[in-house]
Structures are given as C-alpha cells and as structure tokens.
C-alpha cells in the first residue's frame, strides 16, 4: 500500500496520510472489522486475505476508483484548498461530477447478485428443524430464515466463563450437545475451574446452556442454566 502508484503520486501527498503506517493500520483494522479481509497465520507469522465479501465488493467496484493514485489525487487538491489555491466547492463539484458519470456509465457485472451473496460454510445440524447451521458474521445460525436456532459469537455466557463461542465450540455443541471447558474464570473469584457445558433448546427455539460440575454426572446434575 505504501508503495502503490508511488510514481503518480505528489512529494507532499504522503505527509497527509496516504500510505503512513497509522493510515494504513486504521484502514487494515476497518477493513477487518467490516468484514472484507480476515486474519490468518499463527503467532509469529501473520497475513490478510480477501474474504469472499472483499473479492465481491472489487469485482464490482469501478476500475476509476479503486487507484491509489485518484486518492493521491484528492489528497493533493485538499492540500491545495488548504493553501487557498483551490477552492473547497470546486473540489466538490469535480467528486459530484465524477460520481454522477460513474453511475451514468456504469454496467452491471454479470452474475453480480450471485457474487455478492457469501458462501456460507455449513457447520452442523440444525436441533431445531434438522437443516443446516451456517457461520455468519454475528454468530452459528439456521440456514432456515424461518428458523430461531442461532448461536452467538459475541455470547454472555461464554464470556462470564471467560471463554468465547468459537466455530470449534459451536462444531462441538451440534455436534453432541455439550463441550468441555478447562480454565474458565469466575468473574468474582478470579479463580479457575473446569466445566461442562450443555446445550438444550426451549419451546421458542432459544438456547438454554447449563452447566455441568460433576464429572459422569447425568445431563442434569448439579449445575445452573441460563439462556443465551
């Protein structure tokens, strides 16, 4: 990024954001964030790779803007509005008018409403209607909309065990309905403890985990549920 269309771009540009390493952290981090690149690699080693969302979003993006050196372009014009040597409504007017053309000239990609659906990986069976549960962004739901059954990956029960609701965990939960946790933390004791959690689901399709102390104790022993 820091390096791309370097020759287009003014001396001054650079000083301004375009390719400095805190610009480019805060872009990297949106981008995460939004969805449009994942993280991959272990501890030492770590890259980005396009998600299926970000291929999508470029496949279909007009080629004007996805240059590097359009935005140097701009960034060089507000240094100039800046300086008093152009004005701030010119600069507007030019973006307005470079919108409007792109939309005016703009043809649809084929098999565009295909490309920007995601493929959704399947990770177990719904307990609910028997189909598919599918990852998302937000959590492990029914592939059927019509369907309550979602696990979610910003979960509260998990986190007052300081856990979090993984793509393993969820796997092991669909999977046989219960997973074993070693080194959850009490919140109020900050001690750690080994334990059980199992998953069961109530008349309104809503999960119900429960927590399983004793070790070859029934699906029932001592413990307490709570729903997520």
Request: with cysteine; charged share 30%.
């Amino acid at each position: 990024m820091e390096r791309a269309g370097a020759d287009e771009m003014p001396e001054e540009v650079e000083r301004k954001g375009i390719g400095t390493s805190a610009t480019r952290a805060a872009t990297i981090e949106k981008l995460v964030r939004i969805g449009f690149v994942e993280r991959k690699g272990n501890k030492k080693t770590k890259y980005l790779l396009p998600t299926h969302k970000g291929v999508a979003l470029i496949t279909v993006m007009p080629e004007q803007i996805q240059s590097p050196s359009m935005t140097a372009e701009w960034e060089q014009k507000l240094l100039d509005v800046e300086k008093g040597e152009f004005r701030d409504t010119e600069f507007m007017n030019e973006i307005e008018g470079m919108i409007t053309e792109l939309v005016r000239t703009y043809k649809i990609i084929e098999d565009a409403e295909v490309l920007m659906h995601p493929v959704l990986e399947e990770i177990g069976t719904c307990p609910c209607c028997g189909r598919h549960v599918v990852e998302r962004q937000k959590g492990y739901s029914c592939e059927n909309r019509q369907c309550n059954f979602v696990l979610w990956k910003q979960n509260r029960f998990f986190e007052a065990l300081g856990k979090k609701m993984t793509k393993l965990i969820a796997v092991k939960l669909l999977s046989d309905g219960k997973v074993a946790l070693k080194g959850c933390k009490s919140k109020k004791t900050g001690k750690t403890y080994d334990t059980t959690v199992i998953m069961t689901v109530d008349e309104n399709q809503r999960v119900v985990f429960e927590l399983n102390f004793e070790k070859g104790a029934g699906k029932y022993g001592k413990s307490k549920n709570k729903k997520d």
